[in-house]
């Protein structure tokens, strides 16, 4: 199998275990009023949290060239919103560039996993993608009008964490070995 084509489900893999560690070091993480991004700012999980997203990140943009060959539109996504998720690590909550990064990621991984699936609307992963999507987008606004559990931020970034995470991992389109 070529490199490239492994590149995002490690990345990914990378990506998540550092977010995992640190919620699991942390004495102060909660889903429902925290933000994943705190833990970018707290001493004893920034390292694991920030150099999860930086080296995934790094590791998971040689995916972007695999997908080129599947669809140029849905790589220049994925890679927008990889190069996102690096600079979420690179500029920690309280940042004045985290904001923007941060907004970026979610939007860039959310349309990307969208158009995919519109692209392939006509088999069942490009259905599930869309329908992930909407699911995600739909947290957000459900969050946004005051339906939540808390103030936390947590539960609406995690689905859309886990909406793309789990479209590299699982739906993302085949490409050549």
Known sequence: MRPDRLAGPAGAAVALGGVAAAIVRSP???WTTSALSDLGTAAETALLFNGGLVAGGVIALGYAAALRRQSISVAVGYALSIAAMIFVGVFPSGTAPHFP???A???FSTATVAL???QRRTVLVGRLAIAGAAVHLLGWV???VGIRPGPGLALPELG???LFAGWVLFFAPPVST
């Open 101 to 103: 990064v941060a907004v």
């Open 142 to 144: 459900l969050w946004g």
């Open 160 to 162: 859309g964490v886990a």
């Open 116 to 118: 995919d699936g519109w």
């Open 28 to 30: 102060t993480f909660s």
């Open 105 to 107: 990621f979610f939007l």
